[in-house]
């Protein structure tokens, strides 16, 4: 048996998916951005796995999720400032709760 | 051919991704949610490591295990009691969550697995070492990432200075 290219996209595929899942159902913004790292991590792992397996004497699925690691970490800092903010304001980081623009 | 050893890693990591991405989406405790992410990330780097990007996997475990994840847990004990449950789904919420993802699943599965031809091995390729990557960040001609290199510092300190601007007391 030989691993291949489809036996590394399956399981990314899969932590895609359950991204989707847990950012449509989930209502606390914590839990919203956790679904949106899985899902990022997914998209990183593809590149990835497509530069190792389709263009291998090249570096540009490498660099791109260096690079998209590094997004991602200031995002997700900058939204955990903005959460706790909200937090702050109104007690609460339930996405159907906040409907003011204004406190 | 592959060795069994990688293949029984290889097994244990694909397992690992599928249960806790599942769990990390469906456990009710938003602190459980987190770790459940960070045995993910942690599977991910292995992924990374053998498919021969070591410094990618090692950049993985710094980054978002060992930063993004401290973050998350500061931010759920800010903002929630660590015992507490979030409320169930309501039905109409879950079913709309699992059809999207399931059509995602379905129609992306059947177009990787009958209109791709993905089966092929991974070719033989040298390990792309330190001085290799070093070189490419930062020179400036054709492979070179000196541009996006720099953008990105310049994104981590307008990043800084927002976190403490937005999260600041007034």
Redesign the interface.
């Known amino acids: 048996?030989?691993?291949?290219?489809?036996?590394?996209?399956?399981?990314?595929?899969?932590?895609?998916?359950?991204?989707?899942?847990?950012f449509?159902?989930?209502?606390?913004m914590?839990?919203m951005?956790?679904?949106l790292?899985?899902m990022l991590?997914a998209v990183?792992?593809n590149f990835?796995?497509f530069n190792?397996?389709l263009f291998?004497?090249?570096?540009?699925g490498?660099?791109f999720?260096?690079?998209a690691?590094?997004?991602?970490?200031?995002e997700?800092?900058?939204a955990?400032?903005?959460?706790?903010?909200v937090?702050r304001a109104s007690h609460n980081?339930d996405v159907r709760t906040l409907n003011e623009m204004k406190f | 051919m592959d060795s069994v050893g990688s293949i029984i890693l290889y097994t244990i990591v694909s397992l690992t991704i599928v249960i806790f991405s599942v769990l990390a989406v469906t456990t009710r405790k938003i602190l459980r949610a987190a770790t459940y992410l960070l045995f993910t990330l942690f599977a991910t780097a292995v992924v990374y490591f053998m498919l021969d990007y070591q410094f990618l996997g090692a950049v993985q475990i710094a980054v978002y295990a060992g930063g993004i994840l401290v973050l998350f847990v500061f931010a759920i004990l800010l903002t929630s009691h660590p015992g507490h449950s979030s409320e169930p789904l309501t039905s109409k919420r879950r079913a709309l969550g699992l059809i999207a993802s399931v059509l995602m699943l379905g129609v992306t599965g059947y177009s990787l697995l009958a209109r791709c031809n993905f089966f092929n091995a991974a070719p033989e390729a040298a390990n792309p070492d330190m001085q290799q990557i070093g070189t490419a960040i930062l020179s400036t001609g054709d492979n070179g990432y000196l541009l996006p290199f720099e953008a990105i510092s310049v994104l981590l300190l307008a990043c800084i200075i927002g976190g403490i601007v937005v999260a600041r007391k007034r």
């Open positions: 048996m030989e691993l291949k290219a489809i036996y590394f996209l399956i399981p990314s595929l899969i932590m895609f998916c359950c991204g989707l899942f847990g449509i159902t989930r209502r606390n914590i839990a951005l956790i679904s790292e899985l991590n990183d792992m990835v796995i190792r397996f291998p004497g090249q570096l540009e490498m660099f999720t260096l690079f690691i590094a997004i991602a970490a200031a997700t800092a900058l955990i400032a903005i959460i706790i903010n937090f980081i």
